[in-house]
């Protein structure tokens, strides 16, 4: 790529497929490194924006705005061209990308440099009813359907007399416990609790919140004592935990766990783990036995020529942990995206001018994990901290993460706000039938 770079008078056309955290961060390390005519940087999503996900739980309690979530793309990437559709398929062979645009249009963009950051999707697994009762937890839509969804169980389960529908609109089962599924478990069952003093025949002992886990723990990105304190601090809400228990079959909101429990429940979040982005199948890259493309530690694909990947779809050799197992990558995690992200945009220009790239080295930092207003855990550097300490350290970490100064302001207010007027916990439900109304007024 170097030496094409020198010969060619046009400049470069660099294709960043996926606009996420590793997408976004390339391209804004790109704009600002790269001289003009130098290269042309397209980034390709279906999604307008970028999505801070490890904010999404407290998007969905409601302690943050949204829209302030997410990070438009056209607005940070002003040198870059930004193209709202998926991509299909990747020929490098022909150095070509097959892109489906927002209205249906099918286009191959041609490409010399492609850094390929597609992320992950919810890991599924054959179980009953999972497909029709499941709600995954990764998108900003989820965690605004989330949020009014909970909500508006407890405004169904008010008006109803049936006390089997009431039980069942009041009992949330959480599958997956790392942490995006602990996470949005606290803050999901402590805004409902908040919520329910605005309820004069509903009683937070009437909500049932269920976790329930595979394995033996929690959270396994914060140590083991976080992790019991963890299950501790959410049995003492009354949240139940079951450990080592699998999820038999969930058929019309009928919960059956490997243990013989069995209950009704209306609400079934599946945070059972992720999987690299299944359109990688349609690539000529290589991938490994997890379906992740198979990269050197400079973060270019293996055996190709201008073809770089990173972050969740990527299979990074983690140098911090060679030493130990030299087939170690790098952790599906917020901290190697963005690092990643900022190494490979140097990389690209490096290459581009004709210098080497540098490997990725990072050791991970740790873990800070909410678990609703003023709770949480942390485990950073190995320093260990429960409750309101980690929970502000939680914060103060994420904020200072999050991208652009303005999207730091909005959040910071957004806190601000709940803090100083209350926490806001009126269920939206309506968004998700907007034409209702309408159709009940032309139809009368
Ligand atoms: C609820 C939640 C909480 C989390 N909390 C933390 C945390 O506290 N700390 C931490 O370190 N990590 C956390 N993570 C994990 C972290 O968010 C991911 O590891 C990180 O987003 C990975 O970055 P990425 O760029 O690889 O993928 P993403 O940021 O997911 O970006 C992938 C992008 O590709 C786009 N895309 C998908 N398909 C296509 C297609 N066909 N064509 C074009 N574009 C496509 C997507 O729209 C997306 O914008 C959390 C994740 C979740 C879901």
């Avoid at 490409?111 to 390929?116: F, I, K, P, T, W």
């Avoid at 030493?323 to 690092?339: E, F, G, L, W, Y």
Wanted: proline share 5%; charged share 25%.
């Amino acid at each position: 790529m170097a030496g094409m770079a020198a010969v060619k008078s046009e400049p470069a056309r660099i294709l960043i497929v996926g606009g996420g955290y590793v997408g976004m961060y390339t391209a804004l390390g790109l704009q600002k490194k790269l001289r003009s005519r130098e290269a042309s940087v397209t980034v390709v999503d279906p999604q307008p924006h970028m999505t801070y996900q490890p904010f999404l739980p407290e998007a969905a309690a409601g302690s943050i705005e949204p829209r302030h979530v997410v990070v438009p793309l056209r607005r940070v990437l002003r040198k870059c061209h930004v193209l709202t559709g998926r991509v299909t398929k990747i020929s490098d062979a022909d150095k070509v990308a097959t892109v489906e645009a927002l209205d249906g249009h099918v286009e191959e963009i041609p490409y010399d440099v492609l850094v390929v950051a597609l992320g992950s999707v919810a890991r599924t697994l054959p179980i009953p009813g999972l497909a029709d009762r499941g709600i995954a937890f990764k998108t900003i839509g989820e965690a605004i359907y989330l949020r009014n969804h909970v909500l508006s169980r407890l405004d169904l389960a008010s008006t109803t007399d049936e006390p089997e529908l009431r039980k069942r609109l009041l009992t949330f089962t959480v599958i997956g416990g790392g942490y995006a599924g602990i996470e949005a478990l606290a803050e999901l069952e402590d805004m409902a609790r908040y919520a329910l003093r605005y309820y004069e025949n509903l009683d937070p002992d009437d909500m049932r919140w269920v976790l329930v886990e595979a394995t033996g723990r929690i959270m396994p990105e914060v140590r083991d004592s976080l992790g019991v304190y963890t299950v501790k601090e959410l049995e003492a809400r009354g949240i139940e935990v079951y450990l080592d228990t699998r999820v038999k079959t969930m058929e019309d909101g009928h919960v059956v766990l490997d243990d013989g429990t069995e209950y009704d429940c209306d609400t079934i979040i599946w945070t059972a783990g992720v999987k690299a982005n299944p359109v990688l199948a349609e690539t000529d890259l290589p991938l490994d036995q997890r379906g992740r493309v198979i990269c050197t530690a400079t973060m270019q694909v293996q055996g190709l020529d201008g073809v770089w990947a990173a972050g969740d779809n990527a299979a990074v050799p983690d140098l911090s942990k060679t030493d130990v197992d030299p087939a170690a990558t790098c952790s599906p995690s917020a901290q190697h995206a963005v690092r990643q992200a900022n190494q490979l945009a140097k990389n690209i220009v490096a290459v581009l001018r004709g210098r080497k790239p540098k490997p990725y080295v990072h050791k991970y930092a740790g873990s800070v994990a909410s678990l609703g207003l003023y709770k949480g855990v942390a485990d950073v550097y190995g320093f260990k901290a429960k409750g309101f300490i980690a929970w502000g350290m939680h914060r103060a970490y994420h904020v200072s993460r999050m991208p652009t100064f303005n999207r730091k302001v909005r959040v910071a207010f957004d806190w601000l706000g709940s803090w100083v007027l209350k926490r806001e916990v009126v269920s939206l439900g309506q968004i998700n039938d907007p034409r209702a109304e309408f159709d009940r007024v032309t139809k009368s």
